[in-house]
């Protein structure tokens, strides 16, 4: 387990994409481990092997909305902070302590040409952030060695990807001093301490219980708009108003800290050389992805995991890890309705053995991916978002459907397209599109807009909008809800015929179309039914799979 995560962790930092060759230099294991490695991570669904690389895929963040769920501070509280940015017009983050760094587990972002590039799951030094002070407030002692530790081991921050590299050191003295200020304050502020034009402040959320830091929300700017005076005089007031508008929600929700803390109780603290653990140990890469999903829901079954896993066993043979596969099907057993489980209950929650469970469960706490809680039981820490969170959670809905669609235009040899409504609700906008490899092929480009009236992909888009608003019949539209589906025969354009599926989101909206289109000659309406529909349907049924997984705890772009 401990290899296959420095793969994960590797994968990561490289913006979600390496070769197999660069995972066996980074992670100094073997090629053969590493090929295996990624085999049982396509086969879970975490990885595609596209082509010469290994990518990430948005089903490895079911580990990462295990944290958050069992958190539940980001579905509690992301609806203030992606209301106050709306009212300041400035990000606005949510972040907790992950060792001596912050990790945010809510964006808030502005869409502007200087925009601000931190993740959900990116971790920083506290001593560069608004967070960090406030944090470093209720640090132990032996945070505090700790911290003055892996300062001097690591003066540049080399080992905080989501940060330039530290270019003029600053006392250890200064940051004691700005975590006492920030004690007293009941604030903090960063004045362009990451890089120059960078300014925050924050304001911690305490647990109503403990009295204790829940997390600390953030507004960031940069100083064309606001300095760190401007954000302090002008903003701070407003950020307090919405803090204990987020302390009242955590009052009537009866959140505690018991489990969320990142600080185990007692046993092994893990690696401390380094913000997320060892850079080291075995690896693989290669195998077939075919689509195949694994075990990564968090209520999984112990007959359905015993039966996924010997039948990957039987597909891939040795390619195929199953200690690898079980361990990481540990993280996912956690959830909303379970921040605290005992060996027990992670047994029972997997299907594993007791004895398995056990070893999953002393291996991540090593990695400070679990922590040891109170009457024996366990949680997650912040350190599981290092898992692929990161990049992944920059994706989109056209990202997420490209591969999906490559795969259905290879198996069809026939072009495939996703498309979503414009705001105005007479156009579609094609956002993602597989061409087939043919000499006559269908030629769209994305970002064109056609009528919507005039396309399966706006037949299907349209039914879902109320009626009267669209110049389609009413009927037309009534029958395309009906059947799941639209079908357009020559009707836009001779010898043109296409067929379209929607897409849903987490809540059962349709939110874009996926559609296949050919030359009449090849096949006629009654086959594109019969031999078409079942594959389209398919494929948008993965798509909505991995749309629900990467939209749990963020809202996705459409475009």
């Not at 690389?53 to 902070?81: F, H, I, K, S, T």
């Not at 594993?352 to 999953?360: F, Y």
């Amino acid at each position: 387990m401990i290899r296959g995560v420095s793969v994960l962790w590797q994968l990561t930092d490289a913006d979600g994409t390496l070769s197999p060759s660069a995972l066996e230099r980074a992670t100094g294991l073997a090629r053969s481990t590493v090929d295996r490695i990624t085999s049982t991570l396509a086969r879970m669904g975490y990885v595609r092997l596209d082509g010469r690389d290994v990518v990430l895929a948005p089903r490895l963040m079911d580990l990462g909305n295990a944290y958050l769920a069992a958190l539940r501070l980001p579905a509690l509280l992301d609806a203030r902070a992606d209301a106050l940015a709306d009212e300041l017009d400035e990000s606005v983050s949510l972040a907790v302590g992950d060792g001596d760094g912050i990790r945010f587990i809510h964006q808030a972002t502005r869409r502007r040409a200087m925009s601000l590039s931190f993740r959900i799951g990116d971790l920083l030094p506290s001593e560069r952030t608004a967070p960090g002070p406030l944090l470093a407030s209720e640090w132990t002692r032996e945070q505090w060695r700790t911290w003055r530790a892996r300062r001097a081991a690591d003066p540049e921050d080399r080992d905080f990807p989501a940060v330039p590299p530290r270019e003029h050191a600053s006392p250890d003295a200064d940051f004691e001093r700005r975590a006492a200020r920030a004690r007293h304050d009941g604030w903090a502020l960063d004045d362009q301490l990451i890089e120059p034009g960078l300014v925050a402040v924050s304001v911690p959320v305490r647990d109503p219980g403990t009295g204790r830091i829940a997390c600390v929300a953030s507004v960031v700017s940069h100083t064309s708009r606001h300095t760190a005076t401007d954000l302090r005089d002008t903003l701070l007031p407003r950020l307090r108003a919405a803090v204990a508008e987020m302390e009242g929600v955590l009052r009537e929700a009866g959140v505690g800290l018991e489990s969320g803390s990142s600080e185990p109780e007692s046993g092994p603290r893990g690696p401390e050389s380094g913000p997320r653990g060892p850079e080291s140990g075995p690896t693989e890469t290669a195998g077939p992805t075919a689509g195949l999903s694994g075990p990564t829901g968090p209520t999984m079954l112990a007959t359905g995991l015993a039966a996924w896993t010997g039948a990957s066993k039987q597909r891939l043979g040795r390619e195929f890890i199953e200690s690898l596969a079980r361990g990481l099907t540990v993280l996912t057993a956690f959830g909303e309705d379970r921040p605290a489980l005992t060996l027990t209950q992670v047994a029972q929650a997997t299907g594993l053995a007791r004895a398995t469970a056990r070893r999953a469960l002393i291996t991540y706490e090593h990695l400070g991916l679990v922590t040891p809680g109170p009457h024996r039981t366990f949680a997650l820490t912040p350190r599981v978002l290092s898992l692929g969170f990161p990049p992944l959670s920059r994706t989109s809905l056209p990202r997420i459907a490209g591969p999906h669609l490559a795969d259905l235009a290879a198996r069809l040899h026939e072009s495939a397209s996703l498309a979503a409504l414009t705001p105005t609700g007479k156009e579609i906008q094609y956002t993602a599109r597989a061409a087939a490899n043919r000499v006559m092929s269908v030629d769209i480009t994305v970002g064109t807009r056609l009528p919507a009236p005039a396309t399966s992909l706006g037949h299907v888009l349209l039914a879902a909008q109320e009626e009267g608003v669209s110049s389609v019949p009413s009927r037309v539209l009534k029958d395309v809800r009906e059947r799941g589906y639209a079908l357009l025969d020559e009707e836009w354009e001779e010898g043109l015929r296409s067929i379209a599926v929607p897409i849903h989101d987490r809540t059962g909206k349709v939110i874009a179309a996926a559609n296949v289109a050919l030359h009449a000659a090849r096949r006629t309406a009654q086959e594109c039914v019969q031999d078409i529909l079942p594959e389209l349907r398919t494929t948008a049924a993965r798509i909505e799979t991995d749309l629900n997984v990467a939209g749990r705890f963020m809202r996705l772009p459409l475009y």
